[in-house]
């Protein structure tokens, strides 16, 4: 009764406001009309049922509303530390901002981390350092069923769609790969104009929509396939199995953002909501697998194929090996992306508990590899939460030939980790289909960022090898890195993991493996 009593009166209080106001000074209307409108709300707040606290407190209640919708600004700006942010801390936000921007990337005064925290993990120097590289190595990708290699560089930009991302981002994106002759992974979403402009090198990513080369049905169309696969900038095919964020389902593309332009880049209907599958019509077995991978190379001219994935059973993905020893062939690269990774919307459940982390996932792979005896013919990228020298080693050591950035990309053309991504309202144009936002994103400024970004990271990582004393991201290995157990022990990568010899599975698979090998089928996905 109080709370409406106050309603009452203050809405009374300013009617009287208001018919005073008529005939006396117009001083009057600035109270009059504020304390009308404030009782007017709070009229509107007791008369509502769909919220407890604006029934409980009106007017007031509305504060609670507004702190939480700024609550992302007020944790990143104002509460969270330099280096315990998520999913990036400032640091490595800092870092890659001012890399981007050509500017120091250094810091004064010694780490700010507990490097006696159980999981801190450090890169063992040398006694003996190397002169750095004054050219960054590249990656031949291409196995012996490839006619037409590539050489990738250390870091690319990871899969990211036009749809997901503004025209303008996959301009700048793609310009500044052009640039500084590394690769950009289109996602999912199509091979766009936004893609083929600037004239960077592509890796085209198919999924399980086959958005840029489907029938009207949604199945896989070999002839516009390979019309596509043709064109100059594409230099490698890669089959999208998952994704980090969200393996093992699909995606929904409403038909309010299917304009025509999407949709033609799509081949799909415009303004008609679009489902992605969460599995693929082209293949159903390990052994359908590798031979649909091996049909995309024929059908791409001989350009490097492979397929992405965020890895879970690791019986599964020894299935597929298997296939690929008997069939004959495999995939020229694999990119194993982390459940830690990804740049869209997911639920909150897929985003937090499923999916390897990509650690955990770039040892599976490697170790399954070389154990089957297929490591020397197949490539393997790193996607997930790489955005430092730092970062890009490690995946080296774990087992990569190269990584991918994404997130890291991002930032470099001016993210703000406003986690706005799924809504249409980014406040920096970078993933948003609404054109007033996406003009903010200049095209011309943001493109040698991303140049500046992926040069100053690969530099890092050079200079980094060479204070351990290598050269060659070849000749890193597992001892170089090492993490602490507890506050007294700390162990390196090659104490903490099996690391399996070349072939080893085919001899004599180890106890830990054995089981797995034998279950694996190549005519099965079998858990």
Same mark, same amino acid.
């Given at each position: 009764?109080?709370?409406?009593?106050?309603?009452?009166?203050?809405?009374?209080?300013?009617?009287?406001?208001?018919?005073?106001?008529?005939?006396?000074?117009?001083?009057?209307?600035?109270?009059?009309?504020?304390?009308?409108?404030?009782?007017?709300?709070?009229?509107?707040?007791?008369?509502?049922?769909?919220?407890?606290?604006?029934?409980?407190?009106?007017?007031?209640?509305?504060?609670?509303?507004?702190?939480?919708?700024?609550?992302?600004?007020?944790?990143?700006?104002?509460?969270?530390?330099?280096?315990?942010?998520?999913?990036?801390?400032?640091?490595?936000?800092?870092?890659?901002?001012?890399?981007?921007?050509?500017?120091?990337?250094?810091?004064?005064?010694?780490?700010?981390?507990?490097?006696?925290?159980?999981?801190?993990?450090?890169?063992?120097?040398?006694?003996?350092?190397?002169?750095?590289?004054?050219?960054?190595?590249?990656?031949?990708?291409?196995?012996?069923?490839?006619?037409?290699?590539?050489?990738?560089?250390?870091?690319?930009?990871?899969?990211?769609?036009?749809?997901?991302?503004?025209?303008?981002?996959?301009?700048?994106?793609?310009?500044?790969?052009?640039?500084?002759?590394?690769?950009?992974?289109?996602?999912?979403?199509?091979?766009?104009?936004?893609?083929?402009?600037?004239?960077?090198?592509?890796?085209?990513?198919?999924?399980?929509?086959?958005?840029?080369?489907?029938?009207?049905?949604?199945?896989?169309?070999?002839?516009?396939?390979?019309?596509?696969?043709?064109?100059?900038?594409?230099?490698?095919?890669?089959?999208?199995?998952?994704?980090?964020?969200?393996?093992?389902?699909?995606?929904?593309?409403?038909? *309010?953002?299917?304009? $025509?332009?999407?949709?033609?880049?799509? @081949?799909?209907? #415009? /303004?008609? !909501?679009?489902?992605? %599958?969460?599995?693929?019509?082209?293949?159903?077995?390990?052994?359908?697998?590798?031979?649909?991978?091996?049909?995309?190379?024929?059908?791409?001219?001989?350009?490097?194929?492979?397929?992405?994935?965020?890895?879970?059973?690791?019986?599964?993905?020894?299935?597929?090996?298997?296939?690929?020893? *008997?069939?004959?062939? $495999?995939?020229?690269?694999?990119?194993? @992306?982390?459940? #830690? /990774?990804? !740049?869209?919307?997911? %639920?909150?459940?897929?985003?937090?508990?499923?999916?390897?982390?990509?650690?955990?996932?770039?040892?599976?792979?490697?170790?399954?590899?070389?154990?089957?005896?297929?490591?020397?013919?197949?490539?393997?990228?790193?996607?997930?939460?790489?955005?430092?020298?730092?970062?890009?080693?490690?995946?080296?050591?774990?087992? $990569?030939?190269?990584?991918?950035?994404?997130?890291?990309?991002?930032?470099?053309?001016?993210?703000?980790?406003?986690?706005?991504?799924?809504?249409?309202?980014?406040?920096?144009?970078?993933?948003?289909?609404?054109?007033?936002?996406?003009?903010?994103?200049?095209?011309?400024?943001?493109?040698?960022?991303?140049?500046?970004?992926?040069?100053?990271?690969?530099?890092?990582?050079?200079?980094?090898?060479?204070?351990?004393?290598?050269?060659?991201?070849?000749?890193?290995?597992?001892?170089?890195?090492?993490?602490?157990?507890?506050?007294?022990?700390?162990?390196?990568?090659?104490?903490?993991?099996?690391?399996?010899?070349?072939?080893?599975?085919?001899?004599?698979?180890?106890?830990?493996?054995?089981?797995?090998?034998?279950?694996?089928?190549?005519?099965?996905?079998?858990?």
């Amino acid at each position: 009764m109080k709370r409406i009593a106050i309603v009452v009166l203050t809405l009374a209080a300013g009617i009287v406001a208001v018919v005073a106001a008529a005939g006396f000074s117009p001083w009057w209307w600035l109270a009059a009309v504020p304390l009308t409108l404030l009782g007017l709300l709070g009229a509107a707040d007791l008369l509502q049922r769909r919220h407890s606290v604006l029934r409980n407190y009106p007017v007031l209640g509305h504060a609670r509303f507004l702190l939480e919708r700024i609550r992302p600004e007020l944790q990143q700006y104002f509460i969270e530390r330099n280096f315990d942010g998520r999913p990036f801390d400032r640091d490595v936000r800092t870092i890659v901002y001012e890399r981007a921007k050509g500017t120091d990337a250094e810091q004064p005064y010694g780490t700010e981390r507990d490097v006696y925290l159980p999981g801190y993990e450090f890169l063992v120097p040398s006694m003996a350092p190397c002169p750095v590289p004054k050219t960054p190595p590249r990656v031949r990708v291409g196995g012996p069923d490839c006619s037409r290699p590539y050489d990738m560089a250390l870091l690319n930009v990871s899969a990211m769609s036009f749809g997901s991302l503004s025209s303008n981002a996959i301009l700048a994106l793609n310009g500044g790969a052009a640039a500084g002759g590394f690769a950009h992974d289109t996602g999912e979403g199509g091979l766009s104009e936004y893609h083929l402009k600037p004239g960077g090198d592509l890796v085209w990513e198919i999924g399980t929509g086959y958005f840029g080369c489907r029938t009207p049905d949604g199945d896989f169309d070999p002839a516009e396939f390979t019309d596509k696969a043709a064109h100059d900038h594409v230099k490698c095919v890669s089959l999208k199995l998952s994704q980090g964020a969200k393996p093992g389902i699909g995606g929904v593309l409403p038909g *309010a953002k299917v304009n $025509a332009e999407i949709a033609k880049v799509r @081949d799909v209907p #415009e /303004g008609r !909501t679009v489902i992605s %599958p969460p599995y693929h019509k082209v293949f159903s077995t390990p052994r359908e697998l590798v031979r649909f991978i091996a049909r995309m190379r024929e059908l791409s001219g001989g350009k490097p194929t492979g397929f992405k994935l965020c890895v879970g059973s690791r019986r599964q993905f020894l299935a597929v090996c298997k296939a690929m020893l *008997a069939e004959g062939t $495999a995939p020229d690269f694999i990119i194993v @992306d982390g459940g #830690e /990774g990804g !740049t869209g919307a997911a %639920p909150l459940e897929f985003a937090d508990h499923v999916g390897t982390p990509l650690t955990e996932g770039l040892l599976t792979v490697h170790n399954a590899l070389v154990g089957a005896g297929l490591r020397d013919r197949i490539r393997i990228g790193a996607s997930g939460k790489i955005a430092t020298g730092t970062d890009l080693v490690k995946r080296l050591v774990q087992g $990569a030939d190269y990584g991918n950035a994404a997130r890291a990309m991002m930032f470099a053309v001016g993210c703000i980790q406003a986690q706005r991504c799924h809504t249409n309202t980014c406040p920096t144009g970078v993933t948003t289909q609404d054109p007033r936002r996406a003009r903010a994103l200049d095209v011309r400024d943001k493109t040698p960022r991303v140049q500046r970004f992926q040069e100053a990271t690969v530099a890092s990582a050079l200079q980094l090898m060479a204070s351990m004393g290598v050269t060659d991201p070849a000749d890193l290995r597992p001892h170089m890195l090492r993490r602490r157990i507890d506050p007294y022990t700390e162990r390196s990568y090659e104490e903490l993991y099996e690391w399996l010899e070349p072939g080893q599975l085919l001899a004599e698979p180890p106890a830990a493996w054995a089981a797995d090998w034998t279950a694996a089928d190549p005519d099965r996905f079998t858990i």
